[in-house]
């Protein structure tokens, strides 16, 4: 029977025009030897959209407008989905190339991660009935007015996910310059390994925790409506990573993965009164500017005072230190802003931690016998995270990766 599958192809499976031909052919081939209807998602041509970044802060210096900003970054996709509609034209299909207001892709704004509402799959089908292969603009949304909006970074894999899943949840593969997700990335652990299987679970505490391969929305959003999830190369016809709501073994195997984030800094507010709503006032503060954080920590020191922790993306720093500031002479008497700029958060992921106990207790203290100070810790079911200077982050990867992947 024949069936409908999304395939998304990233930036550099598209970097070049022999690239875009060699993604047509892909695509033709599988349409041709297995009859089925495939929709093709694309992001900008590699580069493009950090090109098109640099242009705006040119004329910008500091905050572009938003509006305008979305309508430029939205141009780089629309350059690849029409060259690759063109490609596949060429090698003898129909296609067209789609925009976000073409498949009605609805957002609601949010600092440009861009939230989906809606999507209408009627377009697409009506193509697909004739035999016409869709190449989607990847990234791209509209708001109410039809205007441009943007699903962030990376946001090309949400996209396909998101059209999938009004596909009455079809496989969605990302085709990618990887042949699939690591147990850690090989820059920093030559003794990776390739995993055959993931949960979606795993997939997204490492997506989130720093596996670049997939944008973390793409996966919490293949889980929810239950998207059948692969990620393989674009260069290459092996079988990638699947992502799964369950695998046998799933639970024997401690760790999957280990992730790593070299681009973190670290805020810590000192003697705050240990009193109800401080947190609150914090975090508010740099909501207010579209900051997200990633790991928070609380605790309270003796004297009825507290202090708190907290983590997120280096290149945020300096506006969050500027909110900050503002909070603590305006509301917060005696209390100290300190902020490291070189932090980075090792995360530790496998579904078998929910039930082996001693796992945290594992990973402190091979981290201490090898002299690495750990700066602040945050768990889930599933993960573990710590977060270190990141002068030592490549030695903690490969020691933890020596215990708990390769000697297991
Ligand atoms: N072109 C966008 C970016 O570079 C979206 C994507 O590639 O997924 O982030
Ligand atoms: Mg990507």
């Known amino acids: 029977m024949s069936r409908t599958v999304v395939m998304k192809f990233g930036g550099t499976s598209v970097g070049t025009t022999e690239r875009i031909a060699a993604v047509a052919d892909r695509v ?20 493009e959209t950090d090109r098109l970044i640099s242009l705006s802060n040119a004329v910008n210096q500091g905050k572009p407008p938003v509006r305008e900003y979305s309508q430029l970054l939205a141009s780089g996709e629309m ?15 129909k296609s067209h190339s789609l925009m976000a207001h073409q498949v009605r892709m609805i957002t609601k704004r949010s600092f440009g991660q861009d939230l989906i509402l809606d999507v209408d799959s009627s377009r697409i089908k009506e193509l697909l009935a004739e035999n016409i292969v869709p190449v989607v603009c990847g990234f791209q949304g509209i708001d109410d007015k039809g205007d441009f909006t943007l699903l962030g970074r990376g946001g090309s894999d949400t996209t396909a996910v998101a059209i999938a ?43 989130s925790s720093g596996a670049k391969v997939l944008q973390s929305r793409s996966v919490s959003l293949a889980r929810t409506f239950k998207v059948p999830l692969w990620v393989c190369s674009s260069f290459s016809n092996e079988e990638g990573t699947e992502i799964v709501e369950e ?79 503002g909070l603590v002479e305006n509301r917060l008497d005696g209390v100290r802003l300190e902020s490291d700029a070189k932090i980075a958060k090792l995360s ?61």
């Not at 699939?180 to 997204?204: D, F, I, R």
Request: charged share 25%; net charge negative.
């Open 28 to 47: 033709c081939k599988h349409v041709q030897e297995t009859g089925d209807s495939v929709v093709v998602v694309v992001s900008a041509m590699s580069g």
């Open 79 to 93: 350059v690849s989905s029409a060259l690759t509609s063109m490609a596949i034209q060429k090698k003898g299909l």
């Open 165 to 207: 899943a009004a596909l009455d949840s079809a496989p969605c593969y990302i085709l990618t310059d990887i042949d699939g997700v690591y147990s850690a990335l090989p820059k920093l652990c030559p003794k990776a390994k390739k995993l055959n299987k993931l949960t979606y679970e795993e997939m997204l505490e490492m997506a």
């Open 247 to 325: 695998y046998p073994g799933m639970e024997e195997a401690i760790v999957s993965g280990i992730t790593c984030r070299t681009d973190e800094a670290k805020l810590t507010l000192r003697n705050i009164p240990d009193e109800p709503g401080y947190a609150g006032a914090v975090l508010s503060a740099l909501a207010e500017v579209g900051i997200n954080v990633d790991m928070i920590v609380q605790s309270q020191g003796e004297s009825g005072r507290a202090e708190l922790s907290i983590t997120l993306d280096r290149a945020d720093l300096s506006r969050a230190e500027e909110a900050l500031q």
């Open 348 to 408: 530790i992921v496998g579904e078998g931690m929910r039930n082996h106990p001693g796992i945290a207790a594992k990973i402190f203290e091979i981290l201490g016998a090898n002299k690495i100070n750990i700066e602040l810790i945050t768990t889930s079911e599933i993960k573990v995270s710590v977060a270190l200077s990141d002068e030592v982050a490549e030695k903690a990867v490969q020691i933890l990766h020596q215990h708990f992947v390769e000697n297991r």
